[in-house]
């Protein structure tokens, strides 16, 4: 039997602290945590040399977790017209698997979507593998798979209403 001190697979921290800052609002220190736990999961674990560093994150509003002082997840969230016609979340990542933080940190993220931005849509290009993940939080695919960064990902949009829309990128892919 686990001591009262371990955290078993999957069960769900509650000692992770909720942050929501606007680019503008996070000190140096915020900005490179969320950085280098970006650039852990996406570029080195996932062995993607891309442009981690695009330009969006300076008008994103961005949601992370942190437990002891270190960031265990996060996300962006942006306004219509910046990723998609919609709001837009991105850069879901979190530090360890299993343990529920990627769930909390999408659910805050979305939580922003509706009531910072007024969301009633919200657009995401999901890595493939993750798309189970997404569905779970009531995003739908739209559209077909396609190539970013030589990682396949599929478009996918949450409504309010629970149905499937369509939200176009402003890149046009």
Same mark, same amino acid.
């Given at each position: 039997?686990?001591?009262?001190?371990?955290?078993?697979?999957?069960?769900?921290?509650?000692?992770?602290?909720?942050?929501?800052?606007?680019?503008?609002?996070?000190?140096?220190?915020?900005?490179?945590?969320?950085?280098?736990?970006?650039?852990?999961?996406?570029?080195?674990?996932?062995?993607?040399?891309?442009?981690?560093?695009?330009?969006?994150?300076?008008?994103?509003?961005?949601?992370?977790?942190?437990?002891?002082?270190?960031?265990?997840?996060?996300?962006?969230?942006?306004?219509?017209? +910046?990723?998609? #016609?919609?709001?837009?979340? @991105?850069?879901?990542?979190? $530090?360890?698997?299993?343990? =529920?933080? !990627? &769930?909390?940190?999408?659910?805050?993220?979305?939580?922003?979507?509706?009531?910072r931005l007024?969301?009633?849509?919200?657009?995401?290009?999901?890595?493939?593998?993750?798309?189970?993940?997404?569905?779970?939080?009531?995003f739908g695919? +739209?559209?077909? #798979?396609?190539?970013?960064? @030589?990682?396949?990902?599929? $478009?996918?949009?949450?409504? =309010?209403? !629970? &149905?499937?829309?369509?939200?176009?990128?402003?890149?046009?892919?």
């Amino acid at each position: 039997m686990a001591q009262a001190s371990e955290k078993l697979f999957g069960e769900q921290p509650d000692d992770a602290t909720v942050h929501v800052k606007h680019f503008s609002e996070m000190t140096a220190r915020e900005v490179y945590d969320l950085l280098e736990l970006r650039v852990a999961v996406f570029v080195v674990e996932q062995q993607c040399a891309y442009q981690e560093v695009d330009g969006l994150d300076l008008d994103a509003i961005h949601v992370w977790l942190s437990r002891h002082g270190q960031v265990v997840a996060c996300a962006r969230v942006m306004k219509p017209g +910046v990723e998609s #016609e919609c709001v837009s979340i @991105g850069r879901v990542v979190s $530090r360890a698997r299993g343990l =529920g933080d !990627g &769930e909390r940190v999408l659910r805050e993220a979305v939580r922003v979507a509706e009531e910072r931005l007024g969301a009633d849509s919200i657009y995401l290009e999901a890595q493939v593998y993750a798309r189970g993940f997404y569905e779970k939080q009531g995003f739908g695919a +739209v559209g077909e #798979e396609f190539l970013l960064d @030589g990682i396949r990902h599929i $478009r996918m949009i949450r409504t =309010g209403r !629970g &149905e499937i829309q369509r939200c176009p990128s402003v890149h046009g892919l």
